[in-house]
């Protein structure tokens, strides 16, 4: 849908904000320009709605020239986001969420049930429609940011850091919203930021910018985390690469145990039937199968297990819905050393140790496999298919 055509911002003091910038952003996906400060995404960003005009190149949006268009009407066809979420403070969430299909012409009764209908879809309560910004939080503030920019279906949203002004537990919240609504709409959305953390989790394709303006690669997460293109890119990525890129493995295939497994009311002959030189620590559960914890089969009393003196197991995995890095993550933090995996309905389906869980990571990584998207425990389970295939 967008095509970006050796585009160059040279300012009158001789600054060079991006330097013969081409890129081919595709449709109904999201495409994350990241890097340090000073490498022109925002003025990228910006130059696709004509916010700031290019010095040399050309941008075209569906086949044609963005020059061509009046600027009021092609700012109106994409949904812009920017940090703090920019409302007008004067005016309710609900007329905020109004602002762009007013100015189309809509009539104020349908442009009231968009917003209402926007605000449902972002999550947000409607009994905040009469509030005024200065009412909400910063990420009830975004989701109205998000809503308006939605406002009259755009086909583009362009979202420009967008949630770095919140904390991580929110944040983690608005990106999980985000990849819903793309879900749900399939917008094509250009999403600026410096995390390349979010940048991973949040795009089909990411274009890593160095300062100067200059495009270091632009390729999919799973590919930028396993072949940086170079010694720039590679240092972006930081030292966690590789934790990072087991994102993209799935969990399906770790050889679970129940071994270690007894459940609370087991007799004093399960108990002593459980442990293992290699299991020296079993997980207890309840009756109905669902986890309390860890203990040393020697601290076990048979009719006298008290929850409150296991030790803690950690976060579950789901096996096949969390990736290889979520399941790594829980065995680390596990104070056995083992990962429990539960089903959908949060019950022990298994343990895995830290030692399996290796073996199918190098058994992965050998293989070269790169499994869709989906199998990430920060990625909506049901992403299209086409975007995989992307």
Not at 361 to 372: S, V
């Amino acid at each position: 849908m967008i095509r970006i055509d050796s585009v160059t911002k040279r300012y009158p003091d001789g600054t060079v904000a991006v330097d013969r910038l081409s890129l081919e952003i595709p449709d109904r996906a999201i495409t994350v320009l990241v890097g340090p400060s000073g490498c022109g995404k925002t003025t990228t960003l910006r130059m696709i709605n004509r916010m700031v005009e290019p010095t040399e190149g050309t941008i075209t949006l569906d086949g044609e020239d963005i020059r061509r268009r009046p600027v009021t009407s092609l700012r109106r066809s994409m949904g812009y986001v920017i940090q703090n979420a920019g409302l007008f403070q004067h005016r309710t969430v609900a007329d905020n969420i109004a602002t762009v299909p007013r100015l189309l012409g809509w009539t104020k009764a349908r442009a009231r049930e968009r917003a209402h209908e926007l605000m449902e879809r972002v999550g947000l309560d409607p009994s905040f429609a009469k509030r005024y910004p200065y009412q909400l939080s910063g990420g009830q503030q975004q989701r109205v940011g998000v809503a308006r920019a939605l406002a009259a279906d755009p086909p583009v949203l362009l979202m420009d850091e967008p949630f770095s002004a919140v904390d991580p537990v929110v944040r983690k919240g608005l990106q999980e919203e985000l990849l819903r609504i793309q879900d749900e709409l399939g917008k094509t959305i250009v999403f600026v930021t410096h995390d390349i953390d979010e940048a991973i989790r949040l795009g089909s394709m990411v274009a890593v910018m160095r300062t100067g303006g200059e495009l270091a690669q632009f390729a999919p997460p799973a590919e930028l985390l396993s072949s940086p293109a170079d010694a720039f890119v590679e240092d972006f990525l930081g030292a966690d690469r590789g934790i990072r890129r087991l994102s993209f493995f799935g969990s399906q295939t770790l050889a679970l145990t129940t071994a270690p497994v007894v459940s609370a009311d087991a007799s004093a002959e399960q108990i002593a039937s459980r442990g293992t030189a290699d299991a020296p620590y079993l997980l207890v559960t309840d009756p109905d199968g669902r986890p309390l914890g860890w203990s040393e089969p020697g601290r076990l009393t048979a009719g006298d297990i008290e929850p409150g003196r296991l030790l803690p197991y950690g976060r579950p995995f789901v096996p096949g819905q969390d990736s290889l890095r979520a399941a790594l993550d829980c065995a680390v933090l596990s104070p056995a050393g083992w990962a429990v995996a539960v089903d959908g309905d949060g019950r022990v389906a298994g343990v895995v140790s830290q030692q399996t869980i290796g073996e199918a990571i190098r058994g992965a990584h050998a293989q070269g496999d790169t499994p869709a998207p989906d199998v990430r425990g920060d990625r909506a389970p049901d992403e299209p298919e086409e975007k995989v295939a992307r």
